[in-house]
Structures are given as structure tokens and as C-alpha cells.
């Protein structure tokens, strides 16, 4: 089955323990992105990779990591997480060239 | 101006009506539209994308669009309580790549 997977699920943590949150596709998709989701400000994007070692800022950057080094990963990193990233947080991939992006379950992140 | 605007309703319709959703963006270069729907505490799920002028139809779905009013809706005919969700209008801007802006969504409710 084609999909987007993210893990954990749900996490609550406290202040400034590290985390990371896993991300994979099975689409063979090149680009890949993360979004949070916050009442009254709909989704907006952290960072994004268009292919393998590529990556860059989105609106939304400060306080996370990225890396990409397989086609198919792409994990969120939260050095030091502050109750200000307490959030809904999505992956989603495509294809180059395509906007058609296909979104994983979502990770609840609560930070203490 | 926000890039990506829609109302955060709740629209309510009665069972079997036609609902309508409208967006308007800011980019006048923008040429593709999607639409997802998300129902609560789920990941968004894209039901129609369109990029020329007029109309586009799928099943119950109807995607408007009208690039000189920088202006494009969703119309759901039979609306049915199944249809209750969010709904993101995203847009992919001038320049943006792979990137798609979202608007903060409307919330339909169709009541029987």
C-alpha cells in the first residue's frame, strides 16, 4: 500500500530533551516535507527536500532539523523543544514537478 | 493580505444540499489549486486539484476557478453528514516549486 508513515504517534516530552521524528514514504517520491498544524493558523511548512542530501528552510524553520540522506527518510529533529512547539505535526511527499502531495497520520507533540 | 484566504466558518448545510467553500490567494501567477479535506485529528486528504480556468468535476465534487478574480471554490452537491470536515484550499505559488500554501481551512457541517 502506498503511504506516509511517521512515528511516534503521539509524544509528550518536557523541555530541552532531544527528539526525533521518523518519517517514511514507499512512492519513491523526491520531495518531502514537514508541516505543523496550529489552531488558527492552518499548516505551515518547516522544512522541505527535494531529493536525497537537498534540503531547505520553509516558513517556518527556527528550532528544527532535517536530514535526508535516503530517498525514502526524511526525520524531524528537535534539538531542544519548548512548549512553543507543542503541535500537530505532518509529512507529506510527491514527485518533482508535482504539487499532488500525500500527507502521513500526523504526530501530536506535546512539550512540558 | 494573506497568501491563501478562506472563512473558518462553520458553514452549516442540511443533509442533501449543495455546499460551497470558497479560497481566494493573492499571487495572480499561481497556477494550480488543491483541495483536502480533514476530518478532526486526521491527516489532510486531497479530493480535487485543478489549473485551468472553469470548471472540474468529480462525483459529487465541483473545483472552480477563476484566475482573473483570483478566486476558487469547492462545490459539494448531496452534501451528507460523512461530508463534516475541514476543508484546506492550497496553492501553489509563483516560484514555489514543489511548495504548496494553505489556507486555514473551512469548516463545513452538514446537520440531517
Known amino acids: 500500500e502506498a503511504q506516509v508513515t511517521q512515528n511516534p504517534r503521539y509524544l509528550i516530552t518536557v523541555t530541552g530533551k532531544k527528539l526525533t521524528v521518523t518519517c517514511s514514504q514507499n512512492?519513491?517520491?523526491?520531495?518531502m516535507s514537514w508541516y505543523r498544524q496550529d489552531p488558527g493558523l492552518g499548516l505551515r511548512q518547516i522544512y522541505y527536500?527535494?531529493?536525497?542530501?537537498?534540503?531547505d528552510k520553509g516558513d517556518v524553520p527556527e528550532g528544527y532539523k532535517v536530514s535526508r540522506k535516503e530517498k525514502r527518510n526524511f526525520p524531524l529533529i528537535l534539538e531542544s523543544p519548548s512548549p512553543n512547539q507543542t503541535s500537530l505535526y505532518f509529512c507529506?511527499?510527491?514527485?518533482?514537478?508535482?504539487?499532488?502531495?500525500?500527507f502521513g497520520p500526523g504526530t501530536r507533540l506535546t512539550v512540558l | 493580505q494573506k497568501e491563501v484566504e478562506q472563512n473558518s466558518g462553520p458553514l452549516s448545510v442540511p443533509e442533501g444540499a449543495i455546499a460551497s467553500l470558497n479560497c481566494t490567494y493573492s499571487d495572480r501567477g499561481s497556477q494550480s489549486f488543491f483541495w483536502y479535506r480533514q476530518y478532526s485529528g486526521k491527516s489532510p486528504e486531497l479530493i480535487m486539484f485543478i489549473y485551468s480556468n472553469g470548471d472540474k468535476e468529480d462525483g459529487r465534487f465541483t473545483a472552480q476557478l477563476n484566475k482573473a478574480s483570483q478566486y476558487v471554490s469547492l462545490l459539494i452537491r448531496d452534501s451528507q453528514p460523512s461530508d463534516s470536515a475541514t476543508y484546506l484550499c492550497a496553492v501553489k505559488l509563483t516560484g514555489g516549486g514543489n511548495k504548496l500554501t494553505f489556507g486555514t481551512g473551512t469548516q463545513l457541517k452538514v446537520e440531517l
Open positions: 527536500s527535494m531529493n536525497v542530501e537537498v534540503t
Open positions: 507529506a511527499s510527491s514527485f518533482a514537478g508535482s504539487s499532488e502531495q500525500f
Open positions: 512512492m519513491n517520491h523526491e520531495y
